[in-house]
């Protein structure tokens, strides 16, 4: 009985299939551990060209912190735009990174977007996708 209920508290603990809402787009996590966490989120293009923003928000970073993270849209590697930060080493505080991409397709398409986040020495708090 008490393996049932320790197997239950890892799984609560890893966060497996966490939603995280977002501007009306929804996140799930997919896979966790302590180095790092895969999330991915269904997507449906509105209107060709559209914009969107990945951001994840940390708290804790100090001056050993390395965070970084990819993204994939349909498993293919996502380019973010100049304006983005996919990584950062030794920021002190509350930080953040984030990714504009345009996912690409036609109104009405559904596309999956991939984000795995790797995290050393702070606290993720927050993911969210949005179109700005």
Known sequence: ????????????????????ATDALTC???ATNWKWQ?????????KEGQKMLFK???S?????TRLSMTLSLDGVPVACSQNSKTS?????????LECHFVPGGTAGTKRMLGAIV???H?????IKLSTP
Do not use: K, Y
């Open 118 to 120: 790797q995290i050393w």
């Open 122 to 126: 702070a606290q993720l708090d927050a």
């Open 56 to 58: 994840a928000d940390f």
């Open 38 to 46: 895969e999330f991915r989120c269904p997507l449906t293009i509105n």
């Open 60 to 64: 804790g970073s100090h001056d050993d």
């Open 1 to 20: 009985m008490w393996r049932a209920g320790a197997a239950m508290i890892c799984l609560f603990a890893m966060g497996s299939g966490t939603v995280f």
């Open 88 to 96: 950062l080493l030794g920021e002190d505080g509350n930080v953040s």
């Open 28 to 30: 799930q996590t997919h």
